[in-house]
């Protein structure tokens, strides 16, 4: 079907008002959730041809939470899309207000292909449960998962309500120059400044759902084996390229070289000496990645790793020590399995270092002192983070979901999905009974004392 084709095919179903109904939403997420279980083996085979990725590892970081999000919506979406009563101020009254919740309209979600099924399908989920129709356009380069999420979805779904686009940047350049009542994007800030330009040739509102340099700071007060631990989970999973993994560590001097060697410890401990041989280590997407994160390999900083296989798309599990923030790796997202460690002396200056640079998507700090955990809360501003942990936040479906700013704008995951799909239509409802004098001529010094007193 062609661009335009598909587009019409939309536009001509949501005005036909079917996706206005909770019932039919909430059929259409069983039907979802019903294609996704009978074809969990497709989906397993599909991500191990793209990048090496367990069975495990895939429900983990994709499946469970794809599940998740269409329980909880298919649990909530009646409460969640039920007018909400709220009061009606003086000034008004008689009259009632409420908050009717009104699906967008036409949406496009632009997958990126770190989490191909998850990144893709829990926006798709949430615009459903909403009430609009979905193109989804995945990332070609994982071609196996967007060939199968294509196959599943276009063979089982009216293409009115739910369809996926394959292709690339021509494809995609396709689709940002129609109209649609909504776009949601994952992927780079350099694409997604690209998103928002179209968008707004047609004013649609975007979510932008982008990366960024996430730092780890790790306090003498914090259990460095715990840390360490988190830590490499964190980064080393999926090979780093998780928009939220821990992209570099700030340590404290006083610690650093513990901290180094416990990380040694646990990365072995998680993926064995030889990660290559193990199929729970997973590789690069492709060449052009491999060969990008190869230079930013500072050879004459390696403490741990630093080694590669081109065929293979393999890059080991690398620590560097001894960085600087002028250092290469320092200037844009690492996303792959490279984890530059900063030592420093003053938290404050650090924290000014990180301030004067893009807000991170995440932030995490590792330490059991109250007063530095909400210092750091406050004082950068970034998407979201964990304390004592790495990555998790992005599990909780109760934290909306989201950078800021350069880390991207909006938010998603379980009511803050639905919010994002959802126009909050205000409405006031009055009576024909009563007409306040107020309003009308003439003017006078009694009314102007009768209106400030309802007024203030
Ligand atoms: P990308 O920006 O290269 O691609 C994302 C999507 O945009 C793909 O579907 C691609 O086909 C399309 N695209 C690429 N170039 C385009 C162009 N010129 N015009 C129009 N469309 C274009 O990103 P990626 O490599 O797929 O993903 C990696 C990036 O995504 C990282 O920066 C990562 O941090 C970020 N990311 C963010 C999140 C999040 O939730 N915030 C999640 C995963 C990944």
Same mark, same amino acid.
């Given at each position: 079907?062609?661009?335009?084709?598909?587009?019409? !095919?939309?536009?001509?179903?949501?005005?036909?008002?079917?996706?206005?109904?909770?019932?039919?939403?909430?059929?259409? !997420?069983?039907?979802?959730?019903?294609?996704?279980?009978?074809?969990?083996?497709?989906?397993?085979?599909?991500?191990?041809?793209?990048?090496?990725?367990? =069975?495990?590892?895939?429900?983990?970081?994709?499946?469970?939470?794809?599940?998740?999000?269409? /329980?909880?919506?298919?649990?909530?979406?009646?409460?969640?899309? *039920?007018?909400?009563?709220?009061?009606?101020?003086?000034?008004?009254?008689?009259?009632?207000? *409420?908050?009717?919740?009104?699906?967008?309209?036409?949406? $496009?979600?632009?997958?990126?292909? /770190?989490?191909?099924?998850? $990144?893709?399908?829990?926006?798709?989920?949430?615009?459903?449960?909403?009430?609009?129709?979905?193109?989804?356009?995945?990332?070609?380069?994982?071609?196996?998962?967007?060939?199968?999420?294509?196959?599943?979805?276009?063979?089982?779904?009216?293409?009115?309500?739910?369809?996926?686009?394959?292709?690339?940047?021509?494809?995609?350049?396709?689709? !940002?120059?129609?109209?649609?009542?909504?776009?949601?994007?994952?992927?780079?800030?350099?694409?997604?400044?690209?998103?928002?330009?179209?968008?707004?040739?047609?004013?649609?509102?975007?979510?932008?759902?982008?990366?960024?340099?996430?730092?780890?700071?790790? $306090?003498?007060?914090?259990?460095?084996?715990?840390?360490?631990? *988190?830590?490499?989970?964190?980064?080393?999973?999926?090979?780093?390229?998780?928009?939220?993994?821990?992209?570099?560590?700030?340590?404290?001097?006083?610690?650093?070289?513990?901290?180094?060697?416990?990380?040694?410890?646990?990365?072995?401990?998680?993926?064995?000496?030889?990660?290559?041989? #193990?199929?729970?280590?997973?590789?690069?997407? /492709?060449? *052009?990645?491999?060969?990008?994160?190869?230079? $930013?390999?500072?050879?004459?900083?390696?403490?741990?790793?630093?080694?590669?296989?081109?065929?293979?798309?393999?890059?080991?599990?690398?620590?560097?020590?001894?960085?600087?923030?002028?250092?290469?790796?320092?200037?844009?997202?690492?996303?792959?399995?490279?984890?530059?460690?900063?030592?420093?002396?003053?938290?404050?200056?650090?924290?000014?270092?990180?301030?004067?640079?893009?807000?991170?998507?995440?932030?995490?700090?590792?330490?059991?002192?109250? #007063?530095?955990?909400?210092?750091?809360?406050?004082?950068?501003?970034?998407?979201?983070?964990?304390?004592?942990?790495?990555? @998790?936040?992005?599990?909780?479906?109760? @934290?909306?979901?989201?950078? #800021?700013?350069?880390?991207?704008?909006?938010?998603?995951?379980?009511?803050?999905?639905?919010?994002?799909?959802?126009?909050?239509?205000?409405? @006031?409802? =009055?009576?024909?009974?009563?007409?306040?004098?107020?309003?009308?001529?003439?003017?006078?010094?009694?009314?102007?004392? @009768?209106?400030?007193?309802?007024?203030?």
């Amino acid at each position: 079907m062609t661009t335009l084709e598909i587009i019409n !095919l939309q536009r001509d179903y949501f005005f036909s008002n079917k996706t206005k109904s909770v019932k039919f939403r909430i059929e259409q !997420l069983k039907k979802f959730r019903k294609i996704l279980k009978d074809n969990e083996s497709l989906l397993y085979d599909a991500i191990d041809k793209d990048f090496k990725k367990s =069975k495990y590892e895939t429900y983990l970081t994709e499946l469970s939470l794809v599940y998740h999000e269409i /329980n909880l919506a298919i649990k909530k979406v009646r409460k969640w899309s *039920r007018p909400k009563y709220v009061w009606t101020n003086m000034a008004n009254f008689p009259g009632k207000s *409420r908050i009717f919740f009104e699906p967008l309209g036409n949406s $496009l979600v632009i997958g990126a292909w /770190n989490y191909p099924y998850q $990144l893709s399908l829990i926006p798709a989920i949430t615009a459903i449960a909403a009430g609009n129709t979905v193109i989804i356009k995945p990332s070609e380069l994982s071609e196996h998962t967007s060939a199968v999420m294509c196959k599943l979805i276009n063979e089982n779904f009216d293409s009115g309500l739910l369809y996926v686009k394959e292709g690339s940047v021509k494809e995609t350049t396709e689709l !940002l120059e129609q109209r649609f009542d909504k776009i949601f994007f994952t992927g780079s800030t350099a694409v997604g400044r690209i998103v928002m330009q179209a968008a707004a040739n047609h004013l649609t509102p975007v979510t932008l759902e982008l990366g960024g340099k996430s730092p780890v700071f790790v $306090l003498p007060d914090a259990s460095l084996k715990m840390t360490a631990k *988190r830590i490499a989970w964190g980064k080393f999973l999926n090979a780093g390229q998780t928009c939220v993994a821990p992209d570099y560590v700030l340590v404290h001097k006083d610690i650093k070289e513990k901290l180094l060697q416990e990380l040694k410890k646990q990365v072995e401990i998680i993926h064995g000496n030889e990660p290559k041989g #193990k199929e729970t280590y997973v590789r690069i997407i /492709n060449k *052009r990645h491999f060969d990008r994160l190869n230079k $930013l390999i500072h050879r004459d900083k390696i403490y741990y790793g630093g080694e590669t296989d081109e065929e293979q798309l393999y890059i080991s599990p690398t620590i560097l020590d001894n960085i600087s923030f002028d250092d290469k790796v320092m200037e844009d997202e690492i996303f792959g399995p490279i984890l530059p460690v900063i030592e420093f002396d003053n938290l404050d200056d650090i924290i000014t270092k990180v301030k004067s640079r893009p807000n991170p998507l995440a932030l995490y700090v590792f330490s059991n002192k109250n #007063k530095i955990k909400q210092r750091l809360i406050k004082e950068i501003s970034f998407g979201g983070g964990t304390v004592n942990d790495t990555i @998790l936040h992005l599990s909780n479906s109760k @934290l909306p979901f989201g950078g #800021k700013g350069f880390s991207g704008t909006g938010n998603y995951h379980g009511k803050a999905g639905f919010d994002t799909f959802s126009h909050k239509k205000s409405i @006031l409802f =009055k009576g024909l009974w009563f007409e306040p004098f107020l309003k009308y001529t003439p003017y006078n010094k009694f009314k102007m004392k @009768l209106l400030k007193w309802i007024i203030e």
